[in-house]
């Protein structure tokens, strides 16, 4: 999604977060009352995203977040998508800017906290994404098959002469290569996001007060 349809001209934003590879990543209203808007944004975003990844399965890994300013509070929304294409949206965090500094001070570090973890939570959906398309690229490579979404093979490999026995069980061999690689692929993933989750250098953690908005 690299544009708001024209023909929404209820739904307006004030910040993107616009990646070349994967469209829009994050948004945030200001004086928005109401979530629908949001709940909108997220949801065309998620379907973009499926359709580009490789296995629409891979879809329940990804969560599309989105912030909404009413006054001094922000509050922050979020999106995924199962397996069979079920859409859920929900509250993620809430947070305010105190009015004023004395006496506050846990109110500011609260606010604090959650536009770290919120920053946080953006960049791990988009190492996700890196390591869906990364994984299967790398696994092309290693195993020397064609390209997830290629049909036609003999653009990277010889077919076997016509009238071959090889030819004749082509079509089946080619079923069970597909189905193998699939459950490659997604094994690899699901196991390098787990690893993501638990451990990264380049993200802060911080379990004690983060637990509120990551989990």
């Known amino acids: 999604m690299k544009k708001i349809d ?8 004030d910040l993107i977060l616009f990646n070349h590879g994967y469209g829009d990543m994050f948004t945030c209203e200001d004086k928005c009352e109401s979530a629908s808007p949001g709940n909108k944004l997220r949801e065309k975003r998620l379907l973009y995203l499926k359709s580009i990844i490789p296995y629409k399965s891979n879809i329940n890994h990804i969560e599309v977040l989105s912030a909404q300013f009413h006054g001094l509070t922000l509050t922050i929304y979020g999106s ?19 009015t004023s500094p004395f006496n506050h001070l846990p109110q500011a570090a609260h606010y604090l906290l959650t536009v770290l973890s919120l920053q946080r939570n953006i960049a791990i959906n988009l190492k996700k994404l890196e390591i869906i398309f990364e994984t299967c690229l790398k696994d092309a490579v290693e195993y020397l098959a064609a390209p997830i979404g290629v ?36 094994e690899s ?7 993501l989750e638990s451990v990264d250098e380049d993200f802060l953690t911080a379990n004690d007060w983060e637990s509120f908005i990551a989990e």
Do not use: W
């Open 151 to 186: 049909t036609n093979s003999n653009l990277f490999f010889r077919e076997d002469l016509p009238g071959s026995e090889r030819s004749h069980e082509s079509n089946t061999s080619d079923e069970l290569e597909l189905e193998e690689q699939e459950r490659r692929i997604t």
């Open 189 to 195: 993933i699901d196991q390098q996001i787990k690893n």
């Open 6 to 13: 024209d023909t929404e001209k209820d739904c307006k934003v």
């Open 80 to 98: 995924k998508m199962t397996e069979i294409g079920d859409i859920i949206h929900y509250q993620k965090a809430n947070a305010s800017i105190p």
